[in-house]
């Protein structure tokens, strides 16, 4: 049996509960889980769980980051600004593929607001489940200053 990869966490207030929801079920699908915060639905600010969890990822601690706000978008933002890190807004189960495949991401961001937590798990199982496929898509990527 394959390990399956790590992952590292954050969220802020308005992505609590749903990272909290795919939360258990990365555990459940037997997956390390770390877990940066937020740990409540009260009042926060997402860069200061967003920071840990990209140095994390950045690190080599854990191979993946999940990042979920309100509109996925101010967490998005911030881990990007970590050199290594390539976070991609994902919506669909598509946008996760290609972020994937193309662009090698290594953090999924999602719309706490605007997701179904059926919807959210999709999306993280098709992230996970896609590869980079290197070649053209490399050449690109090798483009993004660190």
């Not at 662009?103 to 605007?114: E, M, Q, Y």
Request: hydrophobic share 40%; charged share 25%; with cysteine.
């Amino acid at each position: 049996m394959t390990q399956k990869p790590s992952f590292a966490l954050a969220a802020d207030h308005a992505g609590y509960q749903l990272k909290e929801y795919l939360k258990d079920w990365l555990i459940a699908q037997g997956h390390e889980v770390e877990d940066f915060g937020t740990y409540s639905d009260e009042r926060c600010d997402y860069p200061d769980f967003a920071h840990p969890m990209a140095d994390s990822v950045e690190n080599g601690e854990h191979v993946f980051g999940l990042s979920v706000c309100g509109s996925g978008n101010g967490i998005n933002i911030t881990v990007n600004k970590h050199p290594g890190i390539r976070a991609a807004y994902c919506w669909n189960e598509e946008i996760a593929t290609l972020a994937r495949e193309h662009n090698d991401a290594n953090v999924c961001s999602l719309p706490a607001r605007f997701l179904s937590e059926e919807l959210a798990v999709a999306i993280l199982k098709a992230f996970i489940a896609a590869d980079f496929e290197g070649g053209r898509h490399q050449e690109r990527v090798d483009k993004i200053p660190l």
